[in-house]
C-alpha cells in the first residue's frame, strides 16, 4: 500500500491565518518554526506537519492531541505507538508531499533548477555520473533531477540522510523506465517509482515492498484549508 498526498502551497498565508494553525503541532515544531527567517521555509514546515498530522487524523482515526511523533538518530520521523504505519515528507519550492505506506518508504521532490554538473561528481557514483554526462541538453537537466530525487528517496527510506555515503551506490534508470538500486556494500531490497505532479519538479518514492495499486492525491491550499477549518479541534 502506497498513498502520496501532494499539496501545492500557492499563497503566503496572512499572520491570522498562520497564526491560527499553530495550535495544531507541537512545541518542538513550534520553536523551530520560530527560529525561520524565511517565512515561506516556517510556513512550508507548518504545512508539511499539519498535512501529516490531517492524513493520520483521517487514516488512523486518531484525534491531534494523541499524534506524537519520534525520531530515529539521523531525525527521520516515525509515529510513536504505532509500528506499521510509515510515512515521509518532502518539500521543496511549491511543493509538501507526503507518502504514507505499510512498509519502510522515502519520497523526495525537487524544483528543477540549471544546476552545475560538477556538483554531480561529488555527489553522484561514477556510474551515475558517466550515465549523466552522456545525456543532453533538457535530458541532462532532467537526468540529474531524476537520479538526485531518486538517490534522495531511497537514503530517506534507510533513514540515514546524508550519513550514508552517496557514491557507495547507483541508481541505474533502464531504457523501459525500469530503475534498479546497485550499493556497494548491502543488498537493499528497495523498488522505485517516480510520479508527476508539475512539470517543474521531479518526484521519486522509494518503498521497502512492491508497488502494486499506489495512490496520488493532489490538493490545493484551498481545498487543505477548508478541510483543516471543518476538522476543528480535530
Ligand atoms: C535531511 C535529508 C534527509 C533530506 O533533506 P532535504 O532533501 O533537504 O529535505 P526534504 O524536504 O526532502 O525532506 C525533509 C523531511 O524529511 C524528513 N527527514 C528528516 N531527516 C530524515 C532522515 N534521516 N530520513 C528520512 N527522512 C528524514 C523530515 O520529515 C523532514 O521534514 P521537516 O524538515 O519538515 O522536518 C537529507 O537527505 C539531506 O540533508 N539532504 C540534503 C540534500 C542533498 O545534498 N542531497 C544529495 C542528493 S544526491
Redesign the pocket.
Known amino acids: 500500500m502506497l498513498e502520496i498526498y501532494a499539496l501545492q502551497q500557492n499563497e503566503i498565508l496572512n499572520d491570522e491565518k498562520f497564526n491560527s494553525l499553530l495550535p495544531y503541532i507541537s512545541t518542538q515544531k513550534k520553536a523551530r518554526i520560530n527560529r525561520y527567517i524565511q517565512r515561506s521555509a516556517a510556513q512550508?514546515?507548518l504545512i508539511?506537519?499539519l498535512l501529516l498530522r490531517s492524513i493520520i487524523h483521517d487514516k488512523l482515526s486518531m484525534k491531534n492531541s494523541d499524534i506524537h511523533f519520534g525520531q530515529?538518530e539521523?531525525?527521520?520521523?516515525y509515529l510513536l505507538g504505532k509500528d506499521n504505519f510509515y510515512f515521509?515528507?518532502?518539500?521543496?519550492g511549491d511543493w509538501v508531499v507526503c507518502a504514507i505506506s505499510d512498509s519502510v518508504v522515502?519520497?523526495?521532490?525537487e524544483k528543477i533548477k540549471p544546476t552545475d554538473y560538477n556538483i554531480s561528481k561529488r555527489?553522484?557514483s561514477q556510474d551515475e555520473h558517466e550515465y549523466l554526462t552522456c545525456q543532453k541538453g533538457k535530458q541532462r537537466l532532467d537526468t540529474f533531477y531524476d537520479?538526485?530525487t531518486l538517490?534522495?528517496s531511497f537514503?530517506?527510506a534507510v533513514?540515514?540522510?546524508?550519513?550514508m555515503s552517496?557514491r557507495d551506490f547507483s541508481i541505474i534508470i533502464y531504457y523501459d523506465g525500469f530503475i534498479f538500486l546497485k550499493h556497494q556494500i548491502e543488498n537493499y531490497l528497495f523498488n522505485f517509482k517516480q510520479f508527476t505532479i508539475d512539470i517543474r519538479y521531479k518526484l521519486s518514492v522509494c518503498l521497502g515492498s512492491e508497488f502494486k495499486g499506489e495512490e496520488l492525491s493532489v490538493i490545493s491550499m484551498t481545498d487543505f484549508l477548508n478541510s483543516i477549518e471543518e476538522k476543528k479541534g480535530m
Open positions: 512550508q514546515t508539511s506537519d530515529n539521523f531525525g527521520k520521523p515521509n515528507l518532502s518539500h521543496s522515502g519520497i523526495d521532490v555527489f553522484f537520479l538526485w538517490k534522495e537514503i530517506k533513514g540515514k540522510g546524508l550519513h552517496l
